[in-house]
């Protein structure tokens, strides 16, 4: 893994259908509750490095899997293999193998994606949960010319416009060829920049084709950028853009039939950790989709919390995202459950 995570907490599993995973287990002290944490693209379990640190510190159990197309986990190119369905029975696999029968799921982008549905096929399987960035949803299929539309009119621009682009067949081999410039724009403190070069459909790649760079963030070293980098570069993103695939596919709708009217209701404790500046994923909906929860009965015990940050919360505030995952955990210690 590299610095902030020793090697001794390196592993593997192998899980449905044989694929191998690599994940990051600290097991926790005493009756401490074990964090789940899920990373979201372009990242890998590096990506929680400084929650690691402070959780394991402070006696608490984490769990950090490269998931499915990512860092050392396998990287299939079935587009199918994605579906949300498929990637959460992979994840209990893990946590049976560990012994872990429930966790505080922990999800931040696609990750956060990835837990809701995780929270709706295995619900007993969760004690709490965090969504950063992205906000826990019921069932809704994916529209990218609705989405497109409805955040245009929101917010004056497409947040999702660069999808288009992730769904071509050369995507995976430009980013690779130009990941300098990639990673320039992906991970930036530059949000006005986001919303010109890198949201709005033929931007992202315009902005490639141009090998355009700009300075890495303060909340960014050089040593962990080169890390990143490595990463990526060693596992490509032909796997990883599957992610997008997928989901424009709807690949996970037809495993729906499975999830249960009750099963969408969290009695968890859950919190929603927004970036204030974040072009994408953007604060609003974080607080709409809080809202909603309440207003419709499918978010029982929710709070919302708001950091001056743009999309990478855990990174750009990691102590203040550290110590909102602890207040969690501490909500468990000191209520009962529902």
């Known amino acids: ?44 379990a590096y990506d929680w490095r400084h929650q690691f640190g402070h959780l394991t510190t402070a006696g608490y159990g984490v769990l950090i899997p490269d998931l499915l197309g990512y860092g050392g986990t396998d990287k299939p190119l079935s587009v199918e293999q994605y579906a949300f369905a498929n990637q959460s029975e992979h994840i209990v696999d893990i946590l049976n193998e560990e012994g872990l029968h429930t966790v505080i799921g922990v999800g931040h982008d696609w990750g956060a994606s990835l837990l809701a549905r995780f929270l709706n096929y295995y619900p007993d399987r969760f004690s709490a949960a965090a969504f950063l960035s992205s906000p826990y949803r019921g069932l809704e299929p994916v529209d990218l010319d609705f989405l497109d539309q409805l955040m245009t009119q929101f917010f004056g621009y497409p947040t999702f416009g660069y999808w288009r682009f992730f769904k071509t067949d050369d995507a995976a081999t430009i980013i690779r060829s130009k990941h300098n410039s990639f990673d320039s724009i992906v991970y930036s403190s530059d949000t006005e920049l986001q919303k010109t070069q890198f949201c709005p459909p033929g931007k992202l790649e315009a902005w490639l084709k141009r090998g355009e760079t700009r300075p890495r963030p303060a909340w960014l070293s050089e040593e962990e950028q080169t890390i990143h980098s490595k990463i990526m570069l060693e596992g490509g993103y032909e796997a ?3 992610w997008y695939k997928s989901a424009i596919a709807n690949t996970d709708a ?11 209701i969290l009695r968890q404790p859950v919190v929603f950790i927004g970036g204030n500046l974040d072009p994408i994923t953007r604060p609003e909906a974080v607080g709409v989709a809080a809202d909603e929860g309440k207003t419709q009965g499918f978010l029982l015990d929710v709070q919302t919390k708001y950091l001056e940050a743009g999309h990478w919360l855990q990174l750009e505030r990691k102590q203040e995202v550290s110590d909102i995952l602890q207040d969690l955990a501490h909500r468990l210690l000191n209520e009962p459950a529902l």
Request: net charge positive; charged share 10%.
């Open 1 to 44: 893994m590299a610095k902030y995570i020793s090697k001794s907490h390196l592993k593997t599993a192998t899980v449905a259908l044989g694929l191998q995973y690599s994940y990051v287990f600290h097991r926790a002290q005493a009756n401490n509750p074990t964090f789940l944490l899920l990373h979201g693209f372009p990242s890998s």
């Open 254 to 264: 037809p495993n729906w039939s499975r999830i249960s009217p009750k099963a969408l």
């Open 240 to 242: 990883p853009l599957n």
